[in-house]
């Protein structure tokens, strides 16, 4: 796409953005997934923490014990965001991945940290330990080109049976890794399991920082 801005703008200027920040921890969970079975179906409901609304983000009097189950324009990010991530460049144009998903966001009283929890239906049928495997075993482009920011290990999976947690677990790796936990058959689509990222490192600043280093590995600035 990079090659496309500069080829309709006549510059060698370009810009790049980073998803929203609920988006790119779904999209990283379900890319290995989507790739090795194809992804049908995906219900998620977030529950996003309140530095996710930035500063000063959310009145203190709306969010202390209290859960809000709106986050404008929030659900239609990550419906058609993650089916973007996950698609592939057609000419000028990227043709959105094949599959569905129905979004549910939440503002809980967390300081950093996304929680989402996860039903997908895949294409091809599998197994609980052959996921937790493609899911561990999972290295992207800057793992490959061991970029500074890269965790070594961009999908960690948990196997307690209360993790992840954002207050236990939201900084591991950094605040670089995406953790995936309880794992297992789901009685209305084929698997659920839970996520959790950090929404200011990975989903925001870090995952920046992460472009640029590609950038520059890849010779483009």
Aim: hydrophobic letters at 40%; a neutral charge.
């Amino acid at each position: 796409m990079i090659d496309l801005q500069r080829k309709k703008s006549g510059s060698a200027g370009f810009i790049i953005t980073n998803s929203n920040c609920s988006t790119m921890f779904l999209a990283i969970a379900l890319g290995p997934l989507h790739q090795a079975f194809g992804v049908e179906k995906v219900f998620v409901t977030t529950m996003q923490a309140i530095s996710g609304a930035g500063y000063p983000g959310v009145a203190s009097l709306d969010i202390l014990g209290n859960v809000i189950p709106y986050i404008s324009g929030e659900e239609e990010k990550i419906e058609i965001e993650t089916r973007k991530i996950l698609g592939a460049l057609a000419g000028e144009r990227v043709q959105l991945a094949d599959f569905v998903i129905s979004a549910q966001t939440n503002r809980v009283p967390v300081e950093d940290g996304h929680t989402e929890c996860v039903s997908v239906k895949l294409r091809q049928p599998t197994s609980v330990e052959t996921i937790k495997e493609r899911l561990r075993n999972f290295r992207g482009l800057p793992q490959e080109l061991k970029l500074p920011s890269a965790p070594p290990q961009p999908l960690i999976v948990v196997e307690e049976n209360d993790r992840p947690q954002p207050k236990r677990d939201v900084e591991r790796a950094n605040g670089m890794a995406t953790l995936i936990g309880r794992i297992r058959p789901c009685p209305l689509l084929d698997y659920r399991f839970v996520i959790l990222g950090h929404n200011t490192i990975r989903g925001a600043a870090g995952a920046s920082i992460l472009n640029a280093e590609l950038l520059v590995a890849q010779g483009r600035i």
